[in-house]
């Protein structure tokens, strides 16, 4: 899920400054706010050249002298530098330092790196107009609002709010929203992209979707386990019965290696931890753990291995093995 932001969600990107941070984990969002730089840049300059440098690699004296120097055209300069954390360290941050102090106004320069590591260097590229921005993602109603304004300026529709929100949802991070909005933009037309488009269009991850089926398992009564058995393989476009046979596998496995663990005294955070064990799954595949036997689990675990070898050797249908299975590890974990 995308997080909360420090600082405000929208840069103002003056194009009179003349240096702009953008740090942190998502690089969708820091290319994002290049991209929105080198817009205005354009408005304001005309044709602007831009220059990338890589910190790993290229020397930050390079760089400066690429800012000051001109170019053929005498076009405004847009210099970026990704891995920029790597030039800005030791004797790299008095050189920025100075230039700081003393930009040019013929070029932008764009520092774009994971970690940033303030100083006084931030007080000074604030001072000569220039940004300091973290790219962490967004807040969930954040990221929706961002989603909206996204397919209406760069997609050309109109996406409506309960929609941005299961989009967030299903898919979080920002480049694979604008990735799915893209999809979605062409499907909806002259249209709006509604909730149920994205719903039909935009799948839960592979994770998602087997913690779905597992929570479903462990929390449900026979019928209703039924019915939502039903619902999974019936509703959908796609074949559905090789993710719930693996999510079944997956869960039988995890319960009867838990089961043993625990027995055994150790300790449940590092059991959780082993298993990969994080949120809503933790407390409920570890409560199922402590219910059921490590006989019973493993018991459960070759019933589930038999399904999967009955259904890959055609000796049964997948719906009914799957129906029996899940009864069963439903009725043996409680």
């Known amino acids: 899920m995308a997080r909360r932001p420090a600082g405000p969600t929208q840069p103002t990107l003056d194009p009179k400054g003349a240096i702009f941070v953008f740090h942190g984990k998502d690089a969708f ?3 994002d706010y290049t991209s929105q730089l080198r817009d205005k840049l354009i408005e304001s300059h005309g044709e602007i050249e831009t220059i990338h440098f890589d910190g790993t690699r290229d020397a930050f004296a390079d760089v400066l002298d690429e800012c000051r120097s001109f170019g053929l055209m005498q076009q405004h300069k847009l210099v ?11 004797d790299g941050r008095p050189l920025l330092e100075r230039y700081a102090d003393a930009p040019v106004d013929s070029a932008t320069l764009v520092l774009r790196c994971d970690t940033w590591h303030k100083g006084n260097v931030d007080k000074l590229i604030v001072s000569s107009g220039g940004e300091v921005h973290k790219c962490e993602g967004l807040a969930p109603n954040e990221a929706a609002a961002w989603a909206v304004k996204r ?7 109109k996406l409506e709010r309960d929609g941005a929100m299961l989009l967030v949802d299903r898919v979080g991070e920002l480049g694979r929203i604008d990735s799915e909005l893209g999809k979605l933009a062409v499907d909806a037309g002259e249209g709006s992209i509604t909730r149920e488009m994205v719903a039909e269009t935009v799948g839960m991850t592979r994770e998602e979707e087997v913690w779905s089926i597992q929570s479903m398992i462990l929390s449900s009564g026979p019928e209703e386990l039924l019915t939502q058995l039903r619902v999974i393989l019936d509703n959908t476009k796609q074949d559905q019965s090789v993710i719930t046979l693996w999510a079944c596998m997956d869960l039988c496995r995890k319960l009867h290696s838990a089961s043993q663990a625990l027995a055994q005294g150790q300790n449940p955070a590092s059991i959780a931890g082993s298993l990969k064990l994080w949120g809503p799954s933790k407390d409920a595949i570890m409560g ?8 019973q689990a493993g018991r459960l675990l070759s019933l589930a291995v038999e399904a999967d070898r009955k259904s890959k050797s055609g000796l049964g249908k997948a719906d009914r093995l799957l129906e029996r299975l899940t009864l069963q590890i439903a009725g043996g974990s409680r």
């Open 29 to 31: 969002l820091r290319a």
């Open 80 to 90: 970026v530098v990704e891995s920029a954390d790597q030039l800005v360290k030791g």
């Open 151 to 157: 397919a209406k300026e760069h997609h050309g529709v």
């Open 288 to 295: 199922a753990a402590r219910r059921i036997h490590p006989v």
